[in-house]
């Protein structure tokens, strides 16, 4: 049977008569009584006897071969039906005899696809015992259409029709791929959108989604054709730019994207500002595989972030080895809790009217077995960032509560609670815990916030605020003065304290490297006046933070502060310290 398909393939086949010479058909009643069934079947079929003829035809194979019964009836030949075939492919007839040959040589089930004036066959090939063959064909044009439909949707956006991750990093190995060939450089800016979020949060996922839209029109516009936008997260996209020659080509469209994006948008009758932050990676100088460059792009961007956004960034060495360190540190603190390695130290206050002490800060002291002492700057912003400032700011309230409790009433503790805390619907719950367990009143515990406390969910956070007074606990506005709306919030919740920020007070003698933020040089001085005669008016503590001088002191107790805090009175000193220095005073 091989022998004679792989003659019929050749150009030098011949048809003849002879060829179906003692050829035992099937009987014709029961050809008769097949056929209606096979013209039914969705897949054409073709039984091929030893010699190469066709022994039976179903309609639906004659059609999808593009033959008509007079010419691919009972006894057509192979060559026949392959003529056939070679004409409907055309210049496709080389791939077409390809598969025929490979299957045929030596004789082998197999299933192989063609395209015959534009339609997609899948063609299967069975040996039958006795040298005969059954040939299968099915129409799949319109699956393969749908396939590839998909294929190229599950390889794009479907909110912003943009390329996704997967089809960005085909593209990015495809153009690395070209710089190790031909040296063509490369660039990859990652993009993320800042103030977006509020957008969704104020106006509605809609908003955001058509706001979404819009950037990336403008993304598409600023590109060349070479170029790839690609969206990967929520508000993050990637450009991928080809043919880099000088970085400074980079560094034009970062600079673009920023000033584009910046720019205000129309949307639904809203008027919507937005900005971005660009981290950049060069190949091959930052990597050469995609994996690194991503990563690069990120650290810059990270950079970016930190640099107050709205900018770009290139990619540094330096970043890469500072995130390093960064990851180490949050591994270090992951498990400090456990290994309680974390301690609290204690800044007293002292009341200038009788001079004497009113209670202390609680401050969290970091004993690394490695690193030693770690300072709070270095891990507290790490700590907010990732999280962990709720597990801590826990272990912080419940073990400064437990200090307290033994120090001589009426004394009090002071305990900063971070943004973070607030966010956490059980930290009332977690004050009411803290003082049951360790006996100390409510009276006698001091819950410290920052500005940034009620940037946010202001609502929400005056509730909570309001059931801590409630339950006796008293609460002060921490660096008061150095943002934007403290006035605001003093009219909005009534504070029993507010500490100036200690910039203010190092202005006093100049020893500081200027005013406080927001104010000149030399302002100070007025500034703590105002302040201490705005608590009084309303009835506040005023306290002055960072007194390191005599001088400092004496003109605090002139402006009308009521406390002082600072080096002058104490260094912060460790809890087992605290008694023996309220004896000494």
């Known amino acids: 049977m091989a022998a004679t398909l792989r003659t019929q393939l050749g150009p030098a086949a011949q048809d003849s008569a002879e060829a179906g010479a003692g050829r035992a058909a099937p009987e014709p009643a029961v050809v008769a009584a097949l056929l209606p069934y096979l013209d039914a079947m969705r897949h054409g079929l073709l039984l091929v006897d030893e010699r190469g003829r066709v022994v039976l035809a179903s309609g639906r194979s004659l059609g999808l071969l593009g033959g008509r019964e007079a010419s691919l009836a009972e006894g057509s030949s192979l060559r026949q039906i392959l003529r056939v075939a070679r004409n409907r492919a055309g210049a496709g007839w080389s791939v077409v005899r390809a598969q025929l040959s490979r299957f045929l040589a030596p004789p082998t089930a197999g299933t192989f696809e063609v395209t015959l004036q534009g339609q997609r066959l899948e063609i299967h090939l069975q040996p039958v015992a006795g040298g005969r063959w059954a040939v299968a064909f099915e129409d799949v044009t319109a699956r393969r259409a749908a396939e590839a439909q998909a294929e190229e949707m599950a390889r794009h956006d479907p909110l912003t029709g943009l390329p996704n991750r997967l089809l960005l990093r085909e593209r990015l190995t495809e153009a690395l791929a070209r710089l190790s060939r031909m040296g063509e450089a490369c660039a990859v800016l990652l993009i993320d959108l800042d103030r977006f979020k509020p957008v969704n949060d104020t106006l509605g996922h809609p908003m955001g989604d058509a706001l979404l839209r819009k950037v990336a029109d403008r993304l598409r516009s600023t590109v060349r054709p070479t170029d790839t936008v690609a969206r990967i997260g929520g508000d993050e996209f990637v450009i991928l730019q080809t043919g880099v020659g000088e970085a400074s080509d980079t560094q034009a469209l970062a600079r673009r994207l920023v000033d584009l994006i910046g720019r205000t948008y ?320």
């Open 266 to 585: 129309m949307v639904d009758g809203h008027l919507l500002t937005i900005g971005a932050s660009v981290g950049v990676a060069l190949a091959p100088g930052d990597g050469t595989e995609a994996d690194t460059l991503l990563k690069n792009a990120d650290l810059a961007l990270y950079r970016a972030k930190l640099d107050g956004r709205a900018t770009y960034r290139f990619f540094e060495p330096e970043m890469d080895a500072r995130m390093q360190a960064r990851r180490r540190l949050e591994l270090d603190m992951r498990q400090a809790l456990a290994r309680r390695e974390f301690q609290l130290h204690y800044q007293p206050q002292l009341q200038l009217e009788g001079d004497r002490l009113v209670g202390c800060e609680a401050l969290i002291r970091w004993q690394h077995p490695v690193r030693g002492m770690v300072s709070p700057l270095d891990f507290i912003p790490l700590a907010e960032e990732i999280g962990l400032i709720v597990p801590i700011g826990e272990w912080v309230m419940r073990q400064a509560c437990r200090d307290a409790a033994g120090w001589p009433a009426p004394l009090s503790v002071a305990v900063n609670v971070s943004p973070a805390q607030f966010k956490s619907e059980r930290l009332v719950e977690m004050v009411m815990s803290a003082l049951a367990a360790s006996g100390l009143p409510a009276t006698r515990l001091e819950v410290e916030i920052t500005e940034g406390v009620l940037l946010h969910e202001s609502e929400r956070t005056l509730q909570t605020l309001h059931r801590l007074r409630e339950l006796g606990v008293r609460v002060s506005m921490d660096d008061f003065g150095t943002g934007y709306s403290s006035l605001s919030y003093l009219r909005s919740f009534p504070f029993d304290k507010i500490k100036i920020d200690r910039s203010f007070v190092s202005d006093l003698t100049g020893a500081g490297k200027g005013a406080g933020k927001g104010a000149g040089k030399g302002d100070g001085e007025a500034i703590i006046r105002a302040i201490a005669g705005l608590g009084r008016s309303l009835g506040m503590t005023t306290v002055a933070e960072g007194v390191e001088t005599a001088d400092q002191l004496e003109r605090i107790r002139a402006e009308g502060c009521t406390d002082v805090q600072g080096y002058l009175i104490s260094r912060p000193i460790p809890a087992a310290e605290v008694l023996a220095f309220i004896a000494a005073r």
